[in-house]
């Protein structure tokens, strides 16, 4: 049936047409103080059909997948892309693929859907019980989810694509109250795979490492402004990577005009350490896929080497419009969204200094730990992340607690201004990405010292 | 477009349903039944690089047996009894709370200005017709403004709710929004943006190209500001109701309040705020972006004051909730996520209202300004810490405000507070409120405020 569609659509009078069905499966859980707050079983199925006529792209998506939805469809993302020449630029020219037949399903080792939910259940109990002996704890909520995802993608070129993986994904969210000063602390455990996840990291005692950060989160003061040197550790200079350097690579911004790094190919805009990736086949990491969403084969993608810029994150379209090789970066929410450029796990290499060298020398410096989230502006350069933790650094030693501490950098000045690379690479904790769509990325990273970080408290 | 999915028809699927899940076995039932179609077109560049469209329909189901609730989705009408089997299956696991879902007969009243037929009938290629007037409208403004970003996208959602204990309502709704990013590469990299959201179509797609790129025009040449320090800032309504959206918004549910969460646990009857201060949450604004007959399980709307005259007055239940809590529904049941038959209802926000004294139009504002900024875009508000209010965001584009008046556009600082503190320090409001759809829908003027933190 879907061929039809993809025919009927060429026989309409596009060029190229792909389709994705997506069927996807979900259970959540998640447990308030207790009390069971949610507990969904779903299942849901779709499909997006995109077609390119005389240069134009056209999209239509339906949530039933019948012969009806898809014969309106086809006419409907005909008249889209006729509707988008009105005002299109330049043809759209889609870089050339391998037409791909193949079928992968990644198979979690421990299938979570033998795991009955009582048990699924059992787990996020234990992580309230570890939460709870934390001394100041006010409130808890601890959360479950494993999405099945299976995506077949056809094109009219020929690909036919099957692939399917899970995702699995813990979440305890503490709020401690304390004389006045209340702070929270979350910890995620997930990845692609099954109940082996929980297996190789366990989320209670995730959870208990938690409740040591909560107690001191709660003793914490507030953060000095202003510029000083920062070390931020592998959980965050993942995120400090993909929000300080990763969305200005992504190819459609840069050909949007809105990226920093426009024009920059081969420019060395970081230190020689600066080695920075990003690949979706690391296996088990929560922003992990064998394809992506138009057919390419997910590979490791070096953006920067030794501080050179060697590549963008490129779709088809961008590639084949910068006359760049196709890398595997498109993705789509789901079957309702069109594929965007996008990150998978970001990373920067590690270097060489040890955890002593890391501090040493600096005089007065903050210690930032974890991610609250960031956000970027990538015409003007600009980023900001939220610290989970925070130190002070006193004369190379790590002393008081902060809380509520944000950095803040420019692109440009920030990648020179990196000094030292801790030698221990390790993968952050899982996350998601918003661009207008949300998928599931990860970081990861070793530590970094950053010289003239902006840093300010709440 | 495409035809209007009829309220009444989707009315009988939600009551078919019931009855079909009471049939099973359950002692109280509910389904919400949601149905929505949209067109967006998208401008990369100058140029529409896409028109999209996207149809979905879906049934949540809603269930309780022996005091215990449970709730499954389909997006597949055929698979009512199978969903219906799954929640009735998860209320083993359900704690035992005594919970109904709301009763019925209370009336519903029409709020104008929800539904535009000229909406329904929008045809694509206007959309993309207005794109285009988009792109035209920001070059007039200077001949390197691009907009990078940005379009129009529209559409209509039909949603009805019908439940065991009397419930049933349906209603039909269209929305229209109008967006663009704009990088004006001159002297220096500057941008601006603009985006307005309506449920009639009454969008001038142009002037959204023509404010955006008026921003990015009044942002050339930044310098650094030079010195920080504390002083008052005077925020654009989309920039506060962002960092509002991650402070104030989630303060104000009932169960955050009554866990101890929310920083205004606690605290009803005292001055939360300047004593001109009045925030509420209004479901019932003619035309208002996120306002209905009734809230998402069918409990009829109304307005509910949060703080008067700088005093706190109250918070937002939904009925499970308040069932929890010994208390009434405020009719603050809202679905997330999309047309929301994928989530079960949790309390939160309508329309947040924020009104604080007007001292004219923005320059009778800036006007009694000694020494501050004004702010068109808050980055991190997302890192704001709920419980505390204690925040630290970036701007971009700070303009610095001497003696009453502007003198310049400085580069991107910290600004560092706290919002509980801030909103004791409010001075004043300039110009007209306007819906700020960021999360949740604030309609607020541009406010300033003192009590802000600014680090160069």
Known sequence: ?458 | MTDIVDPQALLSQAEDAVLRLMGLGADCAEAYVASSSSVSVDVEKDVVTYTTSDSEEGVGLRVVRDGRLGFAYTSDPSKITEAGRNALDLTRLAPITGYIFPVGGEPYAEIPGLDDPALVAMEPEEAVEMSGELVEAAREVHPDASVAGGGVGFGQGTIAVANSEGVSVASHGTSISVGAYVVLRDATVSTGFESFSSRAKDIDARAVGRAAAQMALEGQGAKALEKGGEMTVIFRPTALAELLDHTLVPSVIGDAAQRGESAFTGREGQQVAAPDVTVLDDPTIPGGLSSGRSDDEGVSSRPNILIDGGVLDGFLYDSFTANQYGLQSTGNAVRGGGSGWKTQPEAGVSNIVVQVPSRGNLDDLIAEVDRGLLIHDVMGAHTANMSTLDFSINTTMPFEVRKGEIVGVRDPLMLGGNLGDALQKVLGAGGRPRQCPSGANVVLPWIAMDGVTVTI
Not at chain 1, 142 to 168: D, M
Not at chain 1, 173 to 185: D, P, W
Not at chain 1, 267 to 296: N, R
């Open chain 1, 1 to 458: 049936m879907l061929d039809e569609w993809l025919e009927s659509a060429i026989k309409g009078g596009a060029e190229y047409a792909d389709l994705r069905a997506v069927t996807v499966e979900h259970t959540t859980l998640e447990l308030k103080d207790g009390e069971l707050k949610e507990a969904v079983e779903g299942q849901e199925s779709g499909f997006g059909l995109r077609v390119l006529v005389d240069g134009s792209w056209g999209f239509s998506s339906a949530n039933s997948i019948s012969k009806e939805a898809g014969t309106a469809a086809v006419a409907t993302a005909l008249a889209l892309a006729r509707a988008t020449a009105a005002r299109a630029g330049e043809a759209v020219t889609l870089a050339e693929v391998p037409v791909v037949e193949d079928t992968v399903i990644w198979v979690p080792r421990k299938e979570p859907k033998d795991v009955a939910i009582e048990d699924k259940l059992e787990m996020l109990r234990e992580m309230e019980a570890m939460a709870r002996t934390a001394e100041h704890l006010a409130t808890v909520t601890t959360f479950y989810s494993e999405g099945h995802r299976r995506i077949e993608l056809l094109t009219s070129e020929g690909i036919r694509l099957v692939h399917g993986l899970t995702r699995v994904l813990t979440v305890a969210n503490m709020t401690g109250r304390k004389e006045g000063v209340v702070s929270s602390f979350r910890s995620r455990v997930g990845g692609v795979g099954g109940w082996e996840v929980f297996e190789n990291k366990d989320p209670v005692a995730e959870t208990e490492r938690g409740v040591v950060s909560l107690e001191t989160l709660l003793d914490a003061g507030r953060a000095p402004s202003g510029r000083m040197t920062a070390v931020i550790d592998p959980d965050l200079s993942g995120v400090f990577v993909h929000e300080a350097f990763g969305h200005a690579s992504e190819a459609d911004l840069v050909m949007a005009g809105e990226s920093i790094l426009e024009g920059r190919i081969g420019e060395k805009l970081g230190v020689d350490d600066v080695t920075i990736f990003d690949d979706p086949t690391m296996p088990g990491a929560f922003g992990s896929f064998p394809y992506d969403d138009e057919g390419v084969k997910g590979a490791r993608k070096v953006l920067m080497q030794n501080g050179v810029l060697t590549s963008f994150l490129h779709s088809r379209e961008t590639a084949g419009r910068m006359g760049d090789e196709p890398n595997g970066a498109a993705r789509s929410q789901d079957y309702g969204s069109r594929p965007l450029v996008r990150m998978s796990n970001t990373c920067l290499e590690a270097g060489d200094l040890s955890q002593e060298e890391m501090f040493e020398g600096i005089s007065e410096g903050i210690y930032l730990k974890g991610t609250r989230g960031g956000q970027v502006d990538v015409a003007k350069g600009t980023f900001q992340f939220g610290a989970q933790e925070a130190f002070l650094i006193e004369n190379g030693q790590i002393t008081s607690p902060l809380r509520d501490v944000a950095l803040m950098g420019t692109i440009l000045e920030t990648l020179h201004n990196i000094d030292g690379l801790g030698k221990e690479f390790m993968l952050a904790s899982p996350g998601f990405c918003g661009k207008g769509q949300t998928v599931p990325v990860c970081d990861g990273g070793p530590h970094i010292r950053l010289r003239d970080a902006v840093v300010g408290g709440g």
